[in-house]
Structure formats: C-alpha cells, structure tokens
C-alpha cells in the first residue's frame, strides 16, 4: 500500500511532475533530425517520453507539465494525441510547456533549472506541495511514492534519483558520495574515478536526473540560481551542487521503488541516447524474459494507440514462408513470405517475400523489398529499402553508406537510401 498523510492521502496526490523533454538528443544522429529524443520511437508503438509519463499516472501523480524546446512538434503533436485525458474539474491537468520566451524577449530555456524557473507561474497557479523534477528521455518502471515519503521523513532539501552501476561505467555519469544515512556528501559532474559506494566499493551511484522538492524551497532555489550570471541554471551542474555544501541532498536508490518484471529480477533503467544503446534496448525486448515487461497490465506503459489492423504473416512455401522468431510485431504488420529473427517491427511495416531481417529494429510504415538481407539495423519511420539490398554483411560498404555505429549497428534513413540511387 503506498505510503500517504495521516489523513490517508498519497503524498503524490500534492505532487506536480514536471518533465523536462527539450534536450536534442545529438548522439541519435540522423533519428533527431525531424523529432526531439523523448519523440523517438519505442517499444513498438510508444515514444520513450511514453515511460515517464506512465511512471507519473500510474504513481498517482495527476498534475503533470512538459517542458518542450527543440524539435518539438512531433513530441507536441504525441502527447496532444495520446495524453488528452487529465480532467479539470477532476484536480487534473497536463501542460505542454514549449520555450515561448516568457521571461525574456531575447532567451529561450538556458538549461534545465531554467525551464522550470521560466514557468514558476504556471505551476504556482496549481499549487502543489511538491515539485518531482524527472527527465524526459530514459527507459525505466518506477514509483515515485517512496521516493516522495523519503523526501518527507528525511527533511531533505531536495532528494535525488539514483542508480547503482559499475565503477569503471559511472564515468558517463553525475555520480554521488553518500554517507551511510543516504545523505549526499559531493556531487561530481562525469569523474574519472568515480567513488565507491558505503559496503559496495565497486559500485557508484550514478544520477538518474530525478529531483524533489518542497515547492516553495525549489522556486527560491531557481530564483537565487537566475540571479547569478555565472550559473548555467542547470539542476546538474548548478542546483543540486549548490544544495549538496549549503543544504542537506539526500539520496534515493532506484532499487527501493523500481517496478520489476518479477521477484529477484533486474532494476531496469536505460539511457537509450546512442545508436547502439537504442538498438540493443529495442532488440533485448525480443528475449523469452526481458529485463523490461511491456505485458504487465499493472503498471502499464500509457500512449497514442494508433488504430490498426492485426499483424499479418502469409505465405507457406519452401524458400518463401511468413515467420518470425524471436521478434515482436506490431499491428498493421505484414510479413509477406519474408523471414525475421531478434527483431522489432513498430507499426505498419511490410517486409516483402524472400527478404531476410535479423537483429532489426525497424520503425513504423518502414517497407522491405522483396530479397533484401538486413542485419543489425535501425531503420527510420517511412523508409523505402530496395529490392536485393544486403547491409550488415560488408562492414567497409555499410560504413561507406549508412551511419555504422562501433559495434556494427547501421542505422537508415531515407535520405542515405536517396544517395544510392545518384
């Protein structure tokens, strides 16, 4: 039962979520071309914004707010389509918040701290008690109950989201000191001799970029942080270093509130901010057992259900047959006497007969041409592949027209497929 007031009433009922989801997201390359990376495509038919915005509803959390700022219209068009539902006269709402100038004629969001400090107003006019700071573009299941009665009963300044991860990756990481109450001691930006935890000295506690804080306190904190013009009004680099000398940061263990698949199974959290990593995420979903359970129908992933036929799979010949292994499908699929292995199709694709797919991730309305061999793939929405055309078999030719990541992921969009024809 979640933890709640004396009066029996979920903390999380005087929460806002604010989500920040403006960040361009460059290491996806050509996929953040056209959309923002918390637009980007997931899990079949979700965006990975879908999982926080879940992770909130499915909390209890009924006032939420978006922060949008570059290439945002296919996010905006997303969350208007899908997260319509939050009722007014239910003490409900959903804010789509682009940067609009508010404060400035001349400055868009600065930084993270500062799209929230430019919008004081309108959560003030909502007046919560607590303000939980999440980050728009991870892949994870967590309920951010525990994570608010923690704040609470610890009298923290602000508490942060954090992760458990091994010392030599925490580098790519905020990574934090701990003493054996969970409060925070430093706070250090990426460090190449990242500290070890209290009884696990070769684990690190990396930053989830999740905060909260008492509503009040956040906005004199964002208030000293806006008048200071050495800041880069960041909760990362200015906000939560700041907190950790002058006040008391406490830490909170992803562990102690995550949403598992099962008893004993893995606390799943994923940056999915790189090819690979997108690619490796998408495809780990096809295991018997993913770290990650899009079937749980107790903490469901929320999105724009678009509407579509049922997945079709035709053909039964020798050489020609319809099948998948391994692979999830979407609706509006149809496998035309084409054959996939440890693949994700998303909505509307059609592979055509004899293609061959394997270790795919293919986007929606993506259509294969007949006798195409594809392998270790990211196609992009629309994408037109040409009939016979073999990628993951030449490392030297896939690099010479496709985007081939260090681990041999090609990723395809249509302008590089347009290049091959000139």
Known sequence: MAASEPNGRPL????????????????????????????????????????????ALNSGIRRISVATQYKAHSLIRHMQRGWNFFRPERNESFDILPASQRVSETMWYAGTADAVFQNIDIIQSYAPAYVIVL??????KMDYEPMLRQHVDSGA??????????????????????????????FL???????????????ALASMGIYVFETQF???????????????????????????????????????????TSDGAEAYWRDVGTIDAYWEANVDLTAPVPGLDLYDRSWP????AEITPPAKFV????GRRGQAVDSLVSGGCIISGASLRRSFLFTGVHVHSFAEVENAVIMPYVDVARSARLKNVVIDRG????????????????AQRFRRTERGVCLITQPMIDRLAL
């Open 12 to 55: 999380v009922r005087d929460a806002m979520a604010y989500v920040l989801a403006g960040g361009r997201g460059s290491r996806l390359m050509e996929l953040t071309d056209k959309r923002a990376k918390p637009a980007v495509y997931f899990g079949g038919k979700s965006r990975i914004i879908d999982f926080v915005l879940s992770n």
């Open 301 to 304: 992933i929320w999105t724009y």
């Open 218 to 260: 956040l906005f004199d904190q964002l208030r000293r942080d806006a008048a200071d013009p050495n800041s880069n009004h960041d909760f990362g680099k200015d906000i939560i270093p700041y907190l950790v000398k002058n006040g008391k940061a406490v830490a909170h263990q992803f562990e102690t509130s995550c949403v598992r």
């Open 135 to 140: 980050a728009g573009d991870h892949i994870y």
């Open 189 to 203: 930006e990426k460090p190449q001799d990242p500290p070890g935890m209290p009884g696990k000295p070769d684990k």
């Open 157 to 186: 300044d602000v508490t942060v989201g954090c992760f458990a991860v091994p010392r030599p990756e925490a580098s790519a990481f905020g990574v934090m000191a701990i003493d054996e109450t969970d409060t925070i001691v430093s």
């Open 315 to 318: 053909f039964n010949d020798e």
């Open 383 to 398: 994408v037109k592949i040409p009939e016979g055309l073999v990628v993951g078999e030449d490392p030297e030719r896939d």
